[in-house]
């Protein structure tokens, strides 16, 4: 198992690097190390992205992909986001995310869904709602975040 750290900002002008720190501490913690990083800066609102692309093709079976929130990998429409979620579940990639505390699991020595096959089921199940429910919050706030944008942009232009 490796672990793949993706870090994700929306601009050039904002850091990717920023949560690398907290990913490595979050996993030394657990007694494993990052096995390779992915950096870009890129918006969450675009399926093609090329590191994370090449974290998919890099991956094995049962490797992590660890994200410090969800919105860091995706900010996807729904149809979008079933397209991403489709590949990573063809690489049979686990997401471990830091703000979804029942995908930390994966990283335990003591998980039993490796032995437990209901316990694997439910667990499943659990971060599968989970992170599809975050990264449908995500896409809202980035749709959210949008319209004040444009309505902040048209109220300057009415002001002059």
Known sequence: MFIRAYLRASTE???A???????EQFVQERGY???????????GTKL????????LMDSHHSDI??????????RLSNSDWMTLKKQIEQ???????????????ALSDK??????????????????????LMAAMSH??????????????ERAHILG
């Open 13 to 15: 002008d904002q850091f």
């Open 17 to 23: 690097d920023r949560a690398k720190e907290m990913l």
């Open 33 to 43: 190390k990052i096995a390779s990083y992915y950096r870009e800066n890129i918006s």
């Open 48 to 55: 093609d992205r090329p590191e994370l692309g090449r974290l």
């Open 65 to 74: 992909l660890l994200v410090e929130q969800i919105d860091r990998l995706t």
């Open 91 to 105: 690489h049979e990639l686990r997401i471990v995310s830091l703000d979804v505390p029942t995908s930390w699991q």
């Open 111 to 132: 998980d039993p869904s490796q032995t437990d096959p209901i316990t694997c089921a439910v667990i499943t199940a659990i971060n599968n709602m989970l992170i599809d």
């Open 140 to 153: 809202k706030d980035w749709l959210s975040r949008r319209q004040r944008q444009k309505q902040g942009i």
